[in-house]
C-alpha cells in the first residue's frame, strides 16, 4: 500500500496552475468492513484561502464543473512501519493530512506498534483540524496521543505555545522507549519539514528513521 499523492490542476489565464494533495481518508475510524470508499471515492483536506489563485477555484467547483487530476504518486509505502515500536508524527497546519493514512493503518494493521505521538503545530486554536477527532481516538485508543502547539493562540490558551523547536524534537526522542525502532513523519510547510528534519537529525536518527512527506 502506498499513501498517495495526486495534483489537480486548472488553466488560468491561460497558465496551468498545479497543487499536490494527499488523498486522505474520510475519518480517522472508518468502519473496518467498510473498504468501498477506496474504490470509487477521492477525499482530500483542502484549507480554501481566499486570496490565494488555486483554493478559490476549488472552493467555487459546482456539481457537473471537472479538474484535472494527475495518476497517484508517492514515496511512502506501509512496508516503512514494519517492525517499528513508535512513531513520532510532526504536523503543521493541513500537513496533518498524511498522518491521517498513517495513524489509520498503524493503529489497525501493526501488530507490534506501542505508543504514536501526534505533535500538532498551527497558527490558532480554530486552525485545529479534526480536533473533536484526534481527542477522541486518544481517550479511546492507549496507543495514541496527541499535542497541540499554537505559535499564536488566545490569551486563554492553556496548552503549549511557540514554533518547532530542537527541544521539541529531544523532548519525544526522550519518551521512546526502543529508539532503534521509531518511525519519525514530518508533513507542513517547506521551512518546517526542513527545520524538523535536521533537528531529528541532529539527535541521531538515520535518514531510514525520518519520512519527510511533500507539505
Known sequence: ???????????????EVVRPYTAALPSLYPEPED?????TNIYLMIKIYPHGVFTPFI???????SVSVSNPEGSFRCS?????????????????????NVIRFALKESCCLRKIRLIFFNKKEEDILWRDQ???????DNR????YILSDPHP??????????MSHC?????????ESKTLVCVCGPASFTELAFGFFKQIGFSDEEIHAFNG
Do not use: Y
Request: proline share 1%; with cysteine; net charge negative.
Open 1 to 15: 500500500m502506498v499513501f498517495t499523492l495526486i495534483f489537480l490542476s486548472f488553466l488560468h489565464i491561460d497558465t
Open 35 to 39: 473498504n468501498s470508499h477506496f474504490l
Open 59 to 65: 472552493d467555487s467547483l459546482q456539481i457537473g464543473d
Open 80 to 100: 516503512q512501519m514494519k517492525g517499528k515500536a513508535e512513531l513520532l508524527l510532526l504536523a503543521a497546519g493541513t500537513g496533518f493530512t498524511p498522518m491521517i
Open 134 to 140: 484526534l481527542d477522541q481516538l486518544s481517550s479511546k
Open 144 to 147: 495514541f496521543e496527541v499535542d
Open 156 to 165: 486563554e490558551w492553556t496548552g503549549k505555545r511557540g514554533r518547532i523547536e
Open 170 to 178: 529531544s523532548e519525544l526522542r526522550s519518551k521512546c522507549t526502543e
